[in-house]
């Protein structure tokens, strides 16, 4: 069978001479044989591309522009550092976000904070490390902070988050810049009205900014141009009140392709959207352009991650389905349980052979629902395949589990035919660390 779902694997997915799948040079299945499975590979070459790709598709179209790595999509000390060195700022939304940001040596300064329930813990923690900005969700939040900050006798720079009322037309957890949505100042209700005009007024805030997010993965790019449209043409009455827009910040949400059949838009695309209708209304409107923010996440580290599996029992019902169990599952990939995302697969030591028929990848976990692709074509399977599941490297390591005490897996950087371990696999005692008897 040839190669043809490259798309969806890392830049340096390759096929070699032995037939198997390698990335970054190196063989997917040794590295299944040294660090044992599940496993998650990260390839170092398309981590640092996109991050590129990113910042090179903005700077190019608008000079002031700065790209920040969305944390939850999946952070630890290295791909902190590794963004960061690619010049990336950091979106965080916990303390345990900010803490690895923290620890990793990454700017505080170009760290911002988001999160709808933001505790008063987290806030006081994020004004002891610096961190840059706090994107202020709620009125009770608004309050706490300039509280927080006025006991500490210093301003704190924030921004607004604000809800257009733009569907995205993407799953509805993921979903965030609606009327009904847990997240943001609505426009439409009037609340970021009154938002704005407590923000200029607090004593201890500096409102630099303002920030919406649609939703993830986006694949339309006519929701970026409707919002930005909608959310500009809303701000431009604030400036005789005092609003001094230094910040404007359309969020993340790009879409990386996950199936053979739906690719995203290139990233040139969502920039060239993004940017030209923000230029356009800036100008229309006669704002001074603030600087532009995005906040990537999926979209830098998903194609990077190839999840490895090794194959366990399978089960043949007949006229049915046929089962093929692997070691891994809802545990370390909650995605197709969570939300029915689709993945496709492949068997990493037969690359060429040609599909044989189609099978159900389960997980190992106790639940029905613990199906990692459903109804795939796949060469004829044995226990032992090893198999790869590209897009993997978004959310499925960040949301990953201890469910039935099965260890997280271990996480390697691949690079020049080197694996580095990045994170190591969860032990039993890792699991009982915490629990006192
Ligand atoms: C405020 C904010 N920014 C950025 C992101 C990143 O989204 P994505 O990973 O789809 O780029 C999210 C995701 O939920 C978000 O809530």
Redesign the pocket.
Known sequence: MPFDNRALFPFTADVNARDHLSIGGCDTVELAEEFGTPLLVFDDATLRGMCRGFVDAFASRCADSEVLY?S??FVNAAIARIVSEEGLGL?VVSGGELAVASAAGVDMARVYF?GNNKTPDELEYALDVGCGRVVVDSFHELALLNDIAKRRGVTQDVLLRLSPSVDPHTHAATT?GILDSKFGFSIETGDSTTAIRRALAASNLDLIGLHF?LG??IFELEPYAIAIDTVLSYLAQFEPEGLDMREFSP????AIGYVRGQLPPAIEDYAEIITSTFKRRCEDLGLGEPKLIV?????IVGRAGVALYTVGAIKRIPTVRKYVSLDGGMGDNIRPALYGSEYEAVAAARMSDEPAEIVTLAGKYCESGDVLVRDVEMPHLEPGDVIAIPSSG?YAPSMASNYNLNGRPPIVVVADGEARLIRRRESFADMMALDIS
């Open positions: 969305a939850k999509a979106d988001h965030t997010h993830s993965p969020g993340g949400g790009f906040e990537p996440g999926r979209a978004a």
